[in-house]
């Protein structure tokens, strides 16, 4: 089995290059040659010994994820790419383009399995976590593209497939990996990380009192009706849920943000607004409501501009406040994991 080279830590390369009985300088180069010229071919190394290349290409594996199928949205703004992992897995990672930003949303793990019930990927269950360098290599991919045209990748987010507290070490890991500032050196604030709610990570996170932006899917504000929509609500209900939330603000000092994805009668209506705006108060935060992006699985149809004008006024009324998002690139399936389940 070859060494996926996106999996490696600095440290790790450089034992690695002790092993091979290269000098120490070689770790340096090839981290460089990897985060800072994006190169993913040992041939295109130009600047090692072509022994080394030799063995580079002999010992690790390069290309862990394959591009499968590319999907560009009408407006030229939207690029969804489908990979393909070495076991036959897929997976999607979106780069969205807008104004001065180029937002990539990347995936944690192939499936999911919280099970959440208008979710694409919940509806296809849980494949399996991804490694670190399987998610740093979703940001190399676009990083690469990006560069050609120079441009950068400014924001991530980690909404993609996959619960990423499900799947923390790797998520983690793969971010502090990006973050190296002798690497590919983009700072943990640029990053997002979405979650379900898996309160006891939700602790972990806040402990490491980390840069790293934290949102957290709501989506309704009493149990019974989040346990509905998503049941991982059952173990961590609502109220413990929010009160983690306010640990992490208390902790951290930062701001956090909650997901709403607006289900027409359902959890777009004035008593949903007025209850999570009770449950809110107080608490230094944001809601970041989308219009439900409908899937196969799931009969729910996305709000109307009414209603959700009238959700984002309650919470304004209550001092929350509210942004309803437009849905990007709805043409070409960008929601989370409506690419992948049609494979
Ligand atoms: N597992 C994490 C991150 C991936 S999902 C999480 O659940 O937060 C990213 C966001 O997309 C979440 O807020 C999720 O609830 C939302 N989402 C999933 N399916 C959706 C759909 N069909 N329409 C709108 N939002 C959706
Ligand atoms: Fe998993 Fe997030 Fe989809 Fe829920 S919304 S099934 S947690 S990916």
Redesign the pocket.
């Known amino acids: 089995m070859l060494t996926p080279v996106y999996d490696l830590s600095f440290p790790e390369l450089s034992s690695l290059m002790a092993e091979f009985g290269q000098p120490k300088y070689r770790a340096d180069q090839i981290w460089k040659d990897l985060y800072q010229q994006f190169w993913n071919s040992p041939d295109q190394f130009t600047n090692l010994p072509s022994s080394l290349r030799s063995l580079l290409a002999e010992k690790l594996q390069f290309q862990i994820i394959k591009p499968a199928r590319v999907v560009n949205s009408s407006d030229g703004q939207t690029v969804k790419t489908l990979f393909q992992l070495l076991d036959g897995k897929s997976i999607e990672a979106v780069l969205m383009r807008y104004e001065k930003r180029n937002t990539l ?1 990347i ?2 793990q192939a499936g ?1 399995a ?1 099970g ?1 019930v ?5 509806q296809m269950g849980f494949k399996r976590h991804l490694s670190s360098g399987e998610i740093v290599a979703q940001v190399m991919h676009y990083a690469r593209q990006l560069h050609e045209l120079g441009e950068v990748v400014t924001n991530v ?10 799947n923390y070490d790797n998520t983690l890991a793969a971010i502090d990996r990006l973050n190296d500032p002798d690497g590919y050196n983009l700072g943990a604030r640029r990053f997002t ?5 898996l309160i006891p990570a939700i602790k972990r996170f806040a402990s490491e009192k980390r840069q790293i932006n934290l ?3 709501l ?1 309704a504000a009493d149990d019974a009706l989040r346990t509905s929509m ?1 049941p991982v609500n059952k173990r961590y209900p609502i109220d413990e849920l929010l009160e983690a939330c306010r640990e992490y603000v208390d902790m951290t000092g930062r701001r956090i943000t909650f ?3 607006l289900v027409n009668g359902v959890n777009d209506t004035p008593a949903q607004a007025h209850l999570l705006a009770r449950k809110l108060k107080g608490l230094l935060c944001h809601v ?1 409501a ?6 196969q699985g ?1 009969s729910g149809q ?1 709000t109307t501009r009414e209603n959700a004008n009238k959700f984002k006024e309650i919470l304004n009324s209550h001092g929350i406040p509210c942004t309803i998002r437009l ?1 990007r690139g709805i043409d070409i399936q960008a ?4 690419l992948a389940s049609q494979v």
Not at 118 to 122: D, H, Q, R
Not at 290 to 295: A, K, S
């Open positions: 949303c995936s944690t999911c919280m959440c208008f979710c694409a990927t919940g987010v980690v909404m993609g497939m996959g619960e990423p507290f499900h990380i979405s979650s379900v709610g949102a957290i899917s989506h998503l997901e709403w994805a970041n989308i219009p439900l992006n409908p899937t799931y996305p849905r929601g989370c994991g409506q």
